[in-house]
């Protein structure tokens, strides 16, 4: 039986995730802040600020799951410090209310090593 789901951000692993959801047959909204995405018959693509409840309204309504895949603006620490912990938190709360099941992806990020021991 399809489902539907909803994925947060469009980068490699949101992309990835809707492009694989779509492909077994599931349907797709993805919502990203410029409102792209895969294109396929089953993905339907939001503009939407995810960090800001009033735009995220609605958008988690009827969805199995949701996947949280967004990352910040650009890719600078000072940036994700200052977008992701709001997003995040709008996203869990309308999540929870909604008692939706929520997957964040996984930080592959780590610091460069300082030495030759690593630390």
């Known amino acids: ?4 789901y909803v994925v947060n951000g469009a980068g490699p692993v ?5 492009e694989q959801l779509a492909a077994r047959g599931d349907r797709v909204r993805i ?4 409102g792209t995405g895969p294109e ?16 995220l309204a609605g958008h988690l309504d009827g969805a199995a799951a949701v996947f ?12 994700w410090e200052a977008e992701l912990p709001r997003a995040e938190g709008t996203v869990l709360e309308a999540a ?3 008692r939706r099941r929520l997957s964040r992806k996984p930080v592959f990020l780590q610091p460069p090593p300082r030495g ?3 630390g």
């Not at 949101?14 to 809707?18: L, P, V, Y």
Request: hydrophobic share 35%; aromatic share 4%; with cysteine.
């Open 1 to 4: 039986m399809a489902q539907h």
């Open 14 to 18: 949101g992309w990835t995730i809707a």
């Open 31 to 34: 919502l990203t802040r410029s």
């Open 40 to 55: 396929h018959l089953l993905i339907e693509r939001a503009r939407v600020d995810v960090s800001d409840p009033t735009q």
């Open 68 to 79: 949280h895949c967004v990352h910040g603006s650009v890719y600078s620490a000072a940036s």
């Open 96 to 98: 929870g209310r909604r």
């Open 116 to 118: 030759d021991d690593g």
